[in-house]
């Protein structure tokens, strides 16, 4: 082949090869010239549906990204777990596999124990006292909390108060006794089920609908918006309204990734995440309402309401579980959790 090739070169005359290699040489730098053209693809990965606060939050970065930086930069959204889920999109972004993820701040255990203090039980009264918090020094302390492991808080994203789904309806604490609930893999979540005599069973989100639908487990806890768009409520008889615990995110990306970026472009690529953020913020709420209503009117599962002597029964057996953890989040951050409930 090679020999041919060099012979069917050999019959050109000299002028003749001479416009070949440079029309070759014109082509080639036309190549490159388009390659160099490609818009740089960033990717954003998650592990909810498109529906959702998270994923609406994604799809408007999208937006804002590629009308501002048009043919520069690209974003691919990667919903439902499609390209990493809860067990390494971590590390996937340490390796720049994918460049943001927003996992809930239940997730990041294994490089900060800061972040522990969103999961304590009935730490927040309702999303104002959470956004208060968020908003505070503190909680804008807690984004930079994993800065000496190479990942950069961007910001942080509502979803919203989590309840609780099982086969049986939970009015009260013993009701849960003995039965098995999936949590994120957070060990203040293990122990909040272990405070009312249940099992905690920790697995990755993408799993919890046959684990239901198999009855492997007995229940699970979750936001409207994260039963409704992944049905699980038609696999859950019953949703106790307990408005427990907050489940919310924390945009991150890579250290090296983001300062690898131009100057110029980093400023407007924050711009667009911060808008991005604003806007699934804003969204959060009414969408968790509208979920809520959607569930009710499937008739699929059954909303349990507690009285407020129901709800201070879980209050009473989940609190303890803060003391459990007080040193490794630090009380200064329980307290300043706490204060954003006045
Ligand atoms: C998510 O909202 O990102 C998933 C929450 C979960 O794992 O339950």
Redesign the pocket.
């Known amino acids: 082949m090679t020999i041919r090739n060099t012979m069917h070169i050999s019959l050109f005359s000299q002028p003749l090869k001479t416009f070949a290699m440079a029309a070759f040489a014109a082509g080639a730098m036309a190549t490159s010239f388009l390659a160099a053209a490609e818009p740089v693809e960033i990717k954003f990965s998650?592990?909810?549906a498109e529906n959702?606060p998270?994923g609406q939050t994604a799809l408007k970065f999208k937006a804002l990204v590629e009308e501002r930086l048009p043919g520069e930069y690209k974003v691919s959204v990667f919903p439902n777990s499609q390209l990493f889920g809860?067990n390494n999109e971590l590390a996937a972004l340490l390796l720049n596999d994918v460049q943001f993820v927003?996992?809930?701040l239940?997730?990041f255990e294994r490089y900060t124990k800061r972040l522990q203090l969103f999961d304590l039980p009935f730490l927040f009264k309702d999303m104002d006292a959470v956004e208060k918090f968020q908003m505070s020094d503190a909680g804008q302390a807690l984004l930079g909390s994993m800065k000496r492991k190479g990942i950069v808080g961007m910001g942080y994203l509502h979803?919203g108060m989590k309840q609780f789904s099982a086969n049986e309806p939970l009015k009260l604490p013993t009701d849960a006794s003995g039965k098995k609930f999936?949590v994120?893999a957070s060990d203040v979540l293990a122990a909040q089920f272990d405070a009312v005599n249940a099992m905690a069973v920790k697995k990755?989100?993408s799993e919890?609908f046959t684990l239901l639908q198999t009855r492997a487990i007995d229940g699970?806890?979750?936001?409207w918006s994260?039963i409704y768009s992944k049905k699980f409520y038609e696999v859950q008889s019953y949703i106790t309204e307990s408005n427990h615990g907050v489940?919310d995110?924390m945009v991150v990306t890579s250290a090296a990734f983001w300062k690898g970026l131009p100057a110029d472009k980093r400023k407007i690529i924050k711009q667009c995440m911060d808008e991005a953020l604003a806007y699934g913020n804003k969204i959060a709420s009414d969408k968790n309402a509208q979920d809520r209503q959607l569930i009710i009117d499937s008739g699929e599962s059954k909303v349990v309401e507690l009285s407020d002597s129901e709800r201070q029964a879980w209050i009473d057996a989940m609190k303890p579980v803060w003391g459990k953890f007080e040193d490794q989040i630090g009380k200064d951050m329980i307290d300043a959790a706490v204060a954003a409930n006045k």
């Open positions: 998650h592990v909810v959702t998270k809860d927003a996992p809930s239940s997730k979803n999936r994120m990755p989100f919890v699970q806890e979750n936001t994260n489940l995110y």
